[in-house]
């Protein structure tokens, strides 16, 4: 009788059951009417009544340890296995997933770039920190031009002779398809700005820029005119009208502002455009010589234009946004006003 009980407590320490029948068959085994356990007690009553007091002892406790064997496999089986698997109603609608849509500026900015791209412009873009060179100096900042002031640049290095700086204007980007690519080149340069500004509801320090490059032989101002206009005409309709403005940036020469009629009031005046009709939206201008020469271009053989706007501005023109700040709250109401196309 010891040795089953032996082999009973050797059983019970490796007893591990892989579905609630097998522990339904392993207590039938040891604890069921015909089970060993019950067989055993049966047994007891014509054990030598001398070693009666210890094998009682053993068979119990024994038949405590099967019992406490069964209830943790049970509970082991019950835990692992789900009580209604998905796959069980097969006629359950499916769960409504909450997709999210594009932010304004995306939309916005990928709608700039799609109108250029059918005008034959291809998209560059370039690094976020950049080198003194490529954001002024090969775009003919002199060495004194307040841009370079901390008021305006975030300076990363300014210990070199080429300091490192977050870009102010994607500018950067064009220089650097002049440097790699023969004219004609034809690109739009979308991305990230950071200008060291107190931010307000026109004015942030970081926003979003397409800037453009068009250069060619024979690439006149009449030129540049055409294509903003036509950038125009797509972006806020067909009746929007343009208006340039004499102005001045070191890289291009002759420079210009260049306004759109107020889509909101049309024209009469308010307080969005301060009461003048007109918005301004880009600067643009013809290549200056001194650009051209900087990235190895030909300036007796090549003219080109430039344009640079601010994506912000344009989205804030197109749906009427009064604060800038709300495009970086995320707050989801906002957001979710902007239906220009799914992911
Ligand atoms: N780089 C100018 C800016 O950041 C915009 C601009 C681009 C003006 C090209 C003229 C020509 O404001």
Request: one cysteine or more; glycine letters at 6%.
């Amino acid at each position: 009788m010891w040795d089953i009980i032996n082999d009973l407590v050797k059983e019970l320490e490796g007893f591990q059951a892989k579905t609630q029948a097998e522990v339904e068959a392993f207590r039938v085994r040891m604890l069921g009417r015909k089970g060993i356990l019950t067989g055993l007690f049966e047994d007891f009553r014509n054990v030598d009544p001398r070693q009666k007091k210890e094998l009682g002892k053993k068979l119990n406790l024994l038949k405590n340890q099967v019992q406490q064997a069964i209830d943790v496999q049970k509970e082991r089986l019950a835990a692992k296995t789900p009580t209604q698997s998905p796959a069980d109603d097969l006629t359950k609608p499916a769960e409504i997933l909450n997709m999210g849509s594009r932010h304004p500026i995306a939309i916005a900015q990928r709608e700039i770039l799609d109108i250029f791209r059918k005008m034959g412009f291809s998209v560059e873009e370039g690094p976020e920190i950049e080198d003194d060179w490529h954001v002024f100096s090969a775009l003919n900042f002199p060495p004194d031009h307040p841009a370079r002031d901390m008021q305006d640049t975030f300076f990363i290095n300014s210990q070199t002779d080429n300091p490192v700086l977050l870009r102010t204007h994607t500018s950067s980007v064009q220089v650097r398809t002049m440097e790699k690519q023969k004219p004609p080149i034809r690109v739009v340069c979308p991305g990230r700005v950071f200008r060291n500004e107190a931010i307000s509801a026109r004015a942030h320090c970081i926003f979003h820029q397409v800037e453009g490059l068009y250069i060619d032989e024979n690439v006149s101002f009449a030129d540049l005119k055409q294509a903003i206009l036509v950038f125009v005409h797509e972006m806020f309709g067909s009746s929007a009208r343009i208006r340039l403005r004499p102005s001045y940036f070191p890289f291009t020469e002759p420079s210009a502002e260049v306004d759109v009629n107020c889509n909101i009031c049309g024209g009469t005046g308010c307080n969005i455009c301060k009461n003048t009709g007109w918005l301004e939206i880009m600067g643009a201008g013809m290549v200056d010589p001194n650009v051209l020469k900087a990235s190895g271009i030909d300036p007796e053989k090549y003219t080109g234009f430039a344009f640079g706007m601010g994506v912000e501005r344009i989205a804030m023109l197109k749906w009427q946004v009064r604060d800038l700040r709300l495009y970086f709250e995320n707050d989801v109401r906002f957001l979710e006003q902007f239906q220009g196309g799914l992911l």
